[in-house]
């Protein structure tokens, strides 16, 4: 909340902000992309090499750039704190502002302080952010304490305050293009912090310093060719979409084409199909609803259209969604159905082994080690015993506990979702992918007509 007012009140003061988001995670970026009017960018010191994460800040960085953690500021999974928030923090040269939820906290905020800039000198604690206050005597005893015991400056302090939450679910909070009210949510939240923080001092306290870009990062070995047109479902049911993985995909030759899986009866004209991550389940209703689209879908699949499907994109293509109660209807070109679980099936980091099944084209500078991460409540079952599959899983569960990416003609669908970096480059191998069956396809036509000739 505090990451979104903070976006939100420096760009109604004008500024240029552009805000980055640690992790793999989707949803927060939707806010905050919407709450600066720039597309957030994922900096994962798991998933990504260290001049890649420098460069991806490099390249996107604007007058106030704003990293929101995730988690605590020293947690991570390895135990040198080599991925944590501090880590990046210190990678990166920035200041970091503590935001404490400090609800029945008073002179126990001290040592609080005191122990995270002891854990690691290293890290430049510019401030705090004092969250959740009980009310005006609650802040003025925080400031005392803070002000008597420590050398860091309150910059800001929230009082509690119901109307500022957003509404959570399994995954986090509710993805910003499911809510109607995100827009009127993000003011009112921006118009509440700029009361309770004091932008100027934060800004004071902020790095200046231009970062050196670094020497080398990761590119992709396959090079771009003629355009070809990917449909991508852009809709309340899909919205888990990287940024970068948009940029890489126009990069590397792809016109990318929206369409609507909620109210579109028709296809556009496309080469291939895109269909993220998101929360078909809650919309299932809608998407049994049209018919007509669902079935397009399905005939383009079998006639061989390529595609590539991620966690909620598998599950819309599967035969139905079990859920509260019901089965709805859904794509049905996956041979399996759907079924919703109250607790994660698959959750955290993932490593897969690509199989030589795969029918990606793979340059030899390809490693097949792929990290990537899971998020998922559901599970895909009833799979014919036959399925081929495109990966391994090492890490994780994937579709079944030890495989991942079902392959059905040209389709690739898998429950981990993919990042084109490091030595994935899954963006530019699927673009080259859907080219090259163009190419055959094109081919293929141009041969029977000269033999109808």
């Given at each position: 909340m505090v990451s979104i007012g903070l976006c939100a009140a420096l760009k109604n003061r004008g500024h240029i902000v552009q805000s980055f988001k640690k992790g793999p995670d989707y949803i927060d970026p939707m806010w905050l992309g919407q709450a600066s009017g720039r597309a957030c960018r994922n900096l994962d010191p798991y998933l990504m090499e260290r001049d890649?994460?420098?460069?991806?800040?490099?390249?996107?960085?604007?007058?106030?750039?704003?990293?929101?953690?995730?988690?605590?500021?020293?947690?991570?999974l390895a135990l040198d704190g080599s991925n944590s928030n501090a880590a990046l923090a210190k990678l990166l040269d920035l200041p970091v502002f503590l935001v404490i939820d400090a609800?029945?906290?008073?002179?126990?905020?001290?040592?609080?302080?005191?122990?995270?800039?002891?854990?690691?000198?290293?890290?430049?604690?510019?401030?705090?952010?004092?969250?959740?206050?009980?009310?005006?005597?609650?802040e003025s005893k925080l400031r005392s304490v803070i002000e008597h015991y420590t050398d860091v400056p309150v910059v800001g302090a929230v009082h509690h305050d119901e109307r500022l939450s957003i509404e959570e679910r399994h995954l986090g909070l509710m993805p910003s293009n499911e809510s109607h009210l995100a827009t009127a949510k993000i003011s009112q939240i921006g118009e509440a912090i700029s009361?309770?923080?004091?932008?100027?001092?934060?800004?004071?306290?902020?790095?200046?310093?231009?970062?050196?870009?670094?020497?080398?990062?990761?590119?992709?070995?396959?090079?771009?060719?003629e355009k070809v047109r990917i449909g991508i479902a852009r809709d309340r049911a899909f919205g888990f979409y990287y940024a970068d993985d948009l940029d890489t995909l126009e990069a590397?030759?792809?016109?990318?084409?929206?369409?609507?899986?909620?109210?579109?009866?028709?296809?556009?004209?496309?080469?291939?199909?895109?269909?993220?991550?998101?929360f078909p389940e809650t919309c299932a209703a809608e998407l049994e609803a049209n018919a007509s689209l669902r079935e397009e879908i399905r005939l383009a699949i079998e006639k061989g259209m390529p595609?590539?499907?991620?966690?909620?994109?598998?599950?819309?293509?599967?035969?139905?969604?079990?859920?509260?109660?019901?089965?709805?209807?859904?794509?049905?070109?996956?041979?399996g159905d759907v079924k919703m679980h109250d607790k994660p099936i698959g959750r955290g980091y993932v490593h897969l082994k690509e199989d030589e099944a795969h029918p990606w084209p793979r340059p030899n500078t390809i490693a097949r080690q792929i990290k990537a991460h899971e998020f998922h409540y559901s599970s895909l079952v009833n799979l014919p015993q036959d399925s081929r599959?495109?990966?391994?899983?090492?890490?994780?569960?994937?579709?079944?506990?030890?495989?991942?990416?079902?392959?059905?003609?040209?389709?690739?669908?898998?429950?981990?979702?993919?990042?084109?970096?490091?030595?994935?480059?899954?963006?530019?191998?699927?673009?080259?992918f859907v080219r090259r069956q163009r190419e055959q396809q094109h081919s293929g036509t141009t041969s029977e007509n000269e033999k109808a000739q």
């Open positions: 890649d994460i420098v460069a991806t800040f490099s390249r996107h960085n604007k007058e106030v750039n704003l990293v929101e953690g995730n988690k605590g500021l020293y947690d991570g609800r029945g906290m008073t002179r126990g905020i001290a040592p609080l302080i005191l122990g995270y800039q002891a854990f690691d000198r290293d890290v430049n604690i510019a401030g705090v952010i004092l969250n959740n206050l009980g009310g005006s005597r609650h009361r309770q923080v004091d932008l100027d001092k934060l800004l004071e306290f902020s790095n200046k310093k231009p970062l050196a870009v670094p020497h080398k990062a990761e590119v992709s070995p396959l090079v771009s060719g590397a030759g792809a016109e990318l084409v929206p369409f609507d899986t909620l109210r579109d009866a028709r296809l556009p004209t496309v080469d291939a199909l895109y269909i993220g991550g998101g595609a590539y499907a991620e966690c909620g994109g598998l599950m819309y293509l599967s035969r139905g969604i079990e859920y509260q109660g019901r089965t709805y209807r859904m794509v049905g070109a996956i041979p599959f495109a990966y391994r899983v090492e890490r994780g569960y994937g579709i079944d506990g030890s495989r991942d990416g079902l392959i059905l003609h040209n389709l690739v669908a898998s429950y981990t979702h993919l990042r084109s970096i490091g030595s994935c480059y899954w963006a530019t191998r699927f673009v080259s």
